[in-house]
C-alpha cells in the first residue's frame, strides 16, 4: 500500500507532466483532496527543486556551478550562456523556449563542466559546446 505522500508526490509529478508546472487551481485542489492547507502544499512543492509553480521554457537548462565545476570554468561557461539566452538564474525566455537554473550539483563531479538539458547531461564542456547544444534546441 502507498503511503500518502508517495500518493501527493505521484499526483504532483502527474499534474507537473500535463501543464508543465504545477498552476494555482491544481494547488487548490490538492488542498482539499489531501485534506491540508494550500500553505502546506505549496511549501511541499517548493521544497523540491524539479517542481515549479511558474510555467518554465520547453527547454530547462541547468548549469552546475558546484566547487568542482566552478574549479573547471564553469563560471566562464555560465556566462556565455546567460550572454546567449538574455536569462539571468531562474528566468524563462519569453518565448516559453528557454529557462535558465543555475544548480548545486548534478552528480558528474569529475567531468565537469557539467549541464543538463531538459533530462539530458552533457559533461566536459566548453563554452563553444555548450551553445552548439543550444543552437540545436529550437
Do not use: W
Not at 58 to 68: A, Q, T
Not at 76 to 86: I, K, M, R, S, T
Amino acid at each position: 500500500m502507498k503511503k500518502s505522500n508517495d500518493i501527493f508526490l505521484e499526483t504532483v509529478h502527474n499534474i507537473q507532466q500535463t501543464y508543465g508546472y504545477i498552476p494555482e487551481r491544481e494547488i487548490n485542489q490538492l488542498a482539499e483532496k489531501f485534506d491540508q492547507p494550500r500553505a502546506k502544499i505549496y511549501g511541499a512543492i517548493k521544497f523540491y527543486s524539479m517542481l515549479y509553480t511558474e510555467p518554465t521554457g520547453k527547454y530547462i537548462i541547468r548549469i552546475c556551478d558546484s566547487l568542482s565545476c566552478h574549479l573547471k570554468d564553469s563560471h566562464d561557461l555560465l556566462l556565455a550562456v546567460q550572454d546567449y539566452l538574455g536569462l539571468e538564474d531562474g528566468e524563462t525566455s519569453s518565448d516559453q523556449l528557454f529557462t535558465l537554473e543555475i544548480v548545486e550539483c548534478l552528480g558528474h563531479c569529475g567531468e565537469g563542466p557539467v549541464m543538463m538539458v531538459n533530462d539530458k547531461m552533457y559533461t566536459e564542456l566548453t563554452k563553444g559546446k555548450a551553445l552548439e547544444i543550444l543552437q540545436d534546441c529550437k
